[in-house]
């Protein structure tokens, strides 16, 4: 609404220069087709001349099929747009779907008609129910353009910000989001401020060098004008600078040669001036198979008995792929106790977004953390067969959907008797299930113990692989009996 004509113009321009081949539409701002016939012709012409857009587009139905006539009588194709119309949400109680009453169906095919007996040349419908925008399309002989009308369109358009992820706090539910951006663009700019506070950046296959000889010269005379400047701005003296210092100042490199292998060892502790922080992450351990090509494999079993100082990396497996699986999963992985971390989820685009590029996670002061130490599957058998027995199994679903997840639970924790079970789920009962489904399965004095807790974080998601932190808040876990071993200080921070 608050868009002027200049600056639509402005942006049409910038379209056009950078489009070769597409059919470019200018969408006339609101305010400058309502007034009059007169004024919507004069700004529809300064869309064409000054924009070099190829058509117009103009939201409304049966009230503006005059104004569109008149448009398409002075030779500018004409583009409508009918269902939600974002210029006058307001008048149509906000932004919300259009046509889910029979009248109001009804009416949104009437304007599609008028409008087309105007003269446009196709008609954009947003925000209608799939079955009234495919009636619609059928009923017309110029092409529709969909967006959030379902798959009958004659053809589809999103918003590229939305489609591409740039936005990450609010996705309309018709959009689907095919990259994540926002991630990558906050991690590229973070990454470029690191490397210039630690001087990592720029190295030597980003700058510019000169001829030895011209730089014996430039440095001369350099040198000859800090006389005249006399002082730098910090009162300080201007240094001389000395070809020998350039010619044997170290060089930073793009990628630093691997050091002898019988390099002697040096009396001095290195020094560097913006020392780089060190990160390793201990991978998770990989179990090797020497089953026979043909036979299924066998996955390692652990006997029951105490096993807390044998395993440091403790493999959870979250079952859930929600927000608060991931956030969950996500602090996990993150713990410095190096926790091999796995999603269990029937998303299929989240697995996979997982699995390509990792989690990203938007903290609180919608900072970005890329995490990549942590795996996806649909399958919670996957788990077992890429590393081994599960320590703990943390379930975090609906609750309608508990009896799955326990089924789910007694797979990955089948072969290991003194795993644990914990729930996180909003509701009563659902510790009950998980406890039954486990004790049917396997006698009862091996089968895992089921704890309950209850958590204050909050949590949502953002896109498939990608979930933004809501709320702070605690986690109560309450334990029958001691604490298993698996459970430290640590973990509950």
Known sequence: VNVSMDEMLHHCRAVARGSSTAFTVGD??????????????????RMMKEGQVDAVKLEG?????????????????????????????????????????????????????????????????ESVPEPVAEFITKSLRIPTIGIGAGRYTSGQVLVYHDLLGLYPNFVPKFCKQYAFLAGEIHEALGQFKREVEQRAFPTTAHTYSMKAEEMHKAMAIMNARRDLIGATPDGLPMPTIRMESIATAPQAQAHPPAEPANKPASSEPHKSLNPAPSTHITPPPVIKSDTPAGKEAQVPSITAKDTSSQHPIRRVAIIGGGAMGCYIGAQLARSPLSHDVWLVSSWREHVDRVNRRGLTLMQMDRSLVQITN????????????????????????KSPYTMQAAKKADVLT???????????????????????VLRASRPSSVHPVVYQGVTNHGAVMIEPGAVRHTGMGTTAIAVPGDLPSFLTHDDAQ
Do not use: M, W, Y
């Open 414 to 436: 089948s072969n290991n008797p003194n795993a644990a079970v914990l729930t996180l789920q909003n509701g009563l009962g659902n510790r009950e299930i998980i406890q039954n």
């Open 61 to 125: 139905g049966r009230r503006v099929k005059e104004t569109v006539r008149a448009i398409v009588s002075a030779g500018i194709p004409v583009i409508g747009h009918i269902g939600l119309t974002p210029q006058s949400a307001s008048s149509l109680g906000g932004f919300r779907v259009q046509g889910r009453t029979a009248k109001e169906a009804a009416d949104i095919l009437e304007d599609a008609l008028e409008l087309q007996d105007a003269g446009c040349i196709a008609i954009v419908i």
């Open 28 to 45: 006339l701002p609101f305010g400058s087709f309502e007034t009059s016939t007169r004024e919507a012709v004069q700004n529809a012409v």
């Open 374 to 397: 942590i795996r996806a599957t649909l399958d919670p058998r996957e788990v077992l067969l890429q590393g081994g027995p599960v320590d703990v199994v943390i379930v975090l679903v």
